[in-house]
């Protein structure tokens, strides 16, 4: 489902070959909330009611996942979900449909992560490796996210052509599965801008840790909302940029 093979040819400095490649696919799906079209989302086509429930919850349409009543998926690359109208949605669709998209973040929202569970560096460090997988050595097309527990262990896994919908994907399964985002951290392979940590605010997240870089507004968002963002995570060293109280020896 998340490969597909193509032939190419290989163009060395003297010499020309055939060869076949193993390629991510990425396809299109449309997200309906009561029965409104709100997004088109270019996705790896898996877990596709995760990537749902979690796009519902890490983007501010619904206020939990309580509200989420139904989603169903046909074949036609259409996600329908059934959502409880309480006003957060009337107002989420205005602000979108407005043209007001860009507008800045500060002003627009307040949000705090409400969790003091603080995580020990070393199963951080620890950690690291969850985030490797088969696809993406078989691709270097995908990106990955993990719910990681206090211990260090993983528990709720996605993949995707995107870094973002990775991120839903995993707050998706992991609020299916009933675990508490409070107690947990993301750790996730893709760069973290405003829009990343934004979504893991939302959902509730204390900490995210990714093994590449932040963008400017990643941290600046992550400092508003009192995430921990950890950025050039390996197994020997990490950079802490933001609330590095959560992290305690």
């Known amino acids: ?7 190419a040819i290989i163009m060395d400095n003297d010499r020309t070959r055939q060869s076949s490649f ?32 979690g796009y519902l919850v890490c983007e501010g349409i619904v206020s939990t996942p309580t509200d989420i009543k139904d989603v169903s998926i046909d074949n036609e690359h259409r996600i329908f979900t059934q959502i409880t ?3 957060v949605f009337d107002l989420w669709y205005e602000i979108r449909s407005s043209g007001c998209i ?14 003091d569970v603080h995580f020990s560096p070393d199963i951080v460090k620890s950690s690291v490796h969850h985030i490797e997988s088969d696809i993406y050595h078989q691709t270097r097309g995908t990106h990955a996210a993990c719910f990681i527990n ?19 994907k995993v707050i998706g399964q992991a609020l299916m599965d ?7 951290f ?13 979504k ?16 400017n507004s990643g941290i600046e968002a992550a400092k508003h909302t009192g995430i921990c963002l950890v950025g050039f995570a390996t197994s020997e060293s990490m950079t802490v940029f933001t609330n590095d109280w959560r992290l305690n020896e």
């Open 186 to 198: 993301i750790l996730s392979s893709g760069r973290q801008p405003g829009g990343m940590i934004l």
């Open 150 to 168: 206090r211990d260090g262990s993983c528990v709720a896994r996605a993949l995707d052509v995107g870094r973002h919908n990775a991120i839903d």
């Open 178 to 184: 009933g675990f508490i985002p409070g107690e947990h």
């Open 102 to 115: 860009g507008v800045n973040w500060e002003h627009n929202e307040d949000i705090n992560v409400d969790s």
């Open 85 to 87: 109208t309480n006003g």
């Open 1 to 7: 489902m998340y490969l597909k093979q193509y032939e």
């Open 22 to 53: 193993t390629i991510a696919v990425e396809e299109t799906f449309e997200l309906y909330v009561n029965n409104t079209h709100i997004a088109t989302i270019l996705a790896s086509p898996a877990q596709l009611e995760q990537l749902a429930i």
């Open 200 to 215: 893991a605010a939302r959902a509730g997240v204390p900490m995210v840790v990714t093994k590449t870089a932040p963008l």
